[in-house]
């Protein structure tokens, strides 16, 4: 029996008229939710989805996604999140790369998922807010099928959720995420036994970070597996999270940096009620310090939290509990934090060999949180596993404490606002430009977004193009927040013997001296 798959189930037996979810002007209760996911469980069966195949959404933040979700979960299907915000291009590949043979979506994103329909391979197509192809809309479909209490025998290797990251060679990697790494993930907090990880029958937690991140899936999650009650945004609106967090009296909120950083500069923050909040884990790139120690002072009653994570780790691995933050700062604020209790980490040198306190290396994981490994990419998995450990990418050191600092990066990866933007598919992109010779794409500071993508441009002999005209054509060929927002123009590279760009000499030029480099 899986532990996910009951999590609506137990809080129907416990608190059924319990407000589970709120969404604009609806709310529904624990039994209402169970209710909804086992109708789904009937209409997925017969649309012939079983245990095994994958359902996608493609949409803002929204209930619906929920009910799918953990339909699927009963079922033993697996739920594919795909981000709202990619280009057809994008989004064909993953939904043909992941085999989903139903897509249910919304009406402002329609036309991308029809753009894709037939290359993709879609059998089904339905919409949340409205009728489509003699379907009547998502709730109301469910409504003309009886309700299934029927879960499917579930092996925590079992793949409950495929989430794409970036690519670092142009395509993104479908991450395996498991009944049982799921599971893991979710009873850390319980492991570890600490006042700000409990979750009380009175938590109302705020699910405004996207669901087609582990950032959203695993928190709307972690809120009905602790019996809470989760309000949706649709998106990250800042004057909508303001009024959320006091109409709602909002407990929890989990927020990447650049979320926090646009709340402390709207001008509705200024004489708002903050004093709900019980716990504000944060995450996702790093953090100023100016930025945190602002934060804190404006949440008074909130224990920060810092979580370091990745999708590929069913979420967060290492954490900062509230003891070592402080309005003044304190050294361990710079770092990462310690790791949760399931799980083990080495610091390994380029010789393979671990290394020492205070020494950088590469940050290895094992641990039951990490995926199964990426779909269908056996050459992939053979890079990211060594014997049992997971390779993040990320260069890292261990204090005498074993708490984690972030040094740099090993992957060639930008973080923008909580997004991952890996160069290649930048870099990709702006070759098919005729007037491009050569190209590199960097993160350089950016005061709003943490790392802004800068791309560094050569054109061919004889070719012009303007700035803006070349970032329009990126947009033509993936999304939006990948392109670059700014570009110079160089006559070369700089390059080493062996042909690679020397990134790290570009980045000197944008980054001062001291200042973190990995976003």
Not at 211 to 225: E, P
Not at 253 to 266: D, E, Q, R
Not at 363 to 376: E, I, Q, S, T
């Amino acid at each position: 029996m899986s532990m996910i798959a009951e999590m609506v189930a137990r809080g129907a037996a416990a608190t059924p008229q319990k407000t589970a979810l709120i969404q604009d002007d609806e709310a529904l209760d624990y039994a209402t939710l169970h209710d909804l996911t086992r109708r789904c469980v009937a209409a997925l069966k017969a649309s012939g989805i079983g245990k095994g195949d994958r359902v996608a959404f493609l949409g803002l933040n929204h209930i619906d996604y929920v009910i799918l979700l953990i339909a699927a979960l009963r079922l033993g299907a697996v739920t594919v999140a795909v981000n709202w915000r990619l280009v057809p291009r994008e989004i064909a590949y993953i939904v043909q790369d992941a085999g989903a043979r139903l897509l249910l979506t919304q009406s402002a994103v329609l036309d991308n998922a029809l753009a894709v329909r037939g290359e993709a391979g879609l059998e089904t197509i339905l919409l949340s807010d409205g009728a489509f192809e003699g379907r009547h809309d998502f709730r109301t479909w469910l409504q003309g099928f009886a309700a299934d209490d029927s879960v499917a025998a579930l092996d925590p290797a079992d793949v409950a959720v495929q989430l794409y990251t970036s690519g670092t060679t142009g395509h993104p990697k479908g991450a395996l995420l498991t009944h049982g790494s799921l599971t893991a993930s979710l009873s850390q907090g319980r492991k570890i036994g600490e006042d700000w990880a409990a979750w009380w029958p009175s938590d109302v937690s705020l699910v405004a970070m996207p669901l087609f991140h582990i950032g959203g899936t695993a928190w709307v999650m972690q809120t009905l597996n602790g019996g809470g009650t989760g309000v949706i945004l649709a998106q990250p609106d800042i004057a909508a999270i303001i009024a959320t967090v006091q109409q709602h009296g909002i407990t929890k909120m989990f927020a990447v940096p650049a979320v926090l950083n646009m709340i402390l500069n709207h001008p509705d923050a200024a004489g708002a009620d903050f004093s709900s909040m019980r716990v504000l884990p944060y995450g996702a790139s790093p953090i100023p310090l100016d930025v945190l120690s602002r934060s804190m002072q404006m949440f008074p009653n909130a224990e920060f939290v810092q979580m370091y994570g990745a999708t590929e780790t069913s979420g967060t691995i290492v954490y900062l509990p509230p003891e070592d933050h402080d309005v003044a700062g304190t050294p361990r604020m710079k770092g990462c934090g310690k790791p949760f209790p399931d799980v083990e980490l080495r610091i390994v040198g380029e010789d393979g060999q671990d290394r020492a306190p205070g020494e950088v290396g590469e940050v290895w994981v094992r641990a039951p949180l990490v995926m199964a490994g990426y779909h269908n990419l056996p050459e992939a998995n053979a890079s990211a596993f060594v014997q049992g450990w997971y390779r993040t990418g990320d260069a890292a050191y261990r204090d005498a404490d074993g708490y984690l600092y972030l040094y740099d990066r090993v992957k060639d990866m930008i973080v923008s606002g909580g997004e991952n933007i890996y160069p290649a598919e930048v870099e990709n992109a702006l070759h098919h430009h005729p007037a491009v010779r050569d190209c590199a794409v960097i993160g350089v500071p950016d005061p709003r977004w943490g790392e802004a993508v800068k791309a560094i441009v050569v054109l061919k002999d004889g070719e012009a193009v303007e700035a803006d005209a070349l970032i329009a054509f990126a947009r033509t060929h993936i999304a939006g927040f990948k392109c670059p927002k700014s570009v110079d123009f160089v006559s070369e590279l700089p390059r080493n013997p062996s042909g690679k760009i020397f990134k790290k000499e570009l980045r000197k030029l944008y980054w001062q001296e001291g200042e973190r480099q990995i976003g």
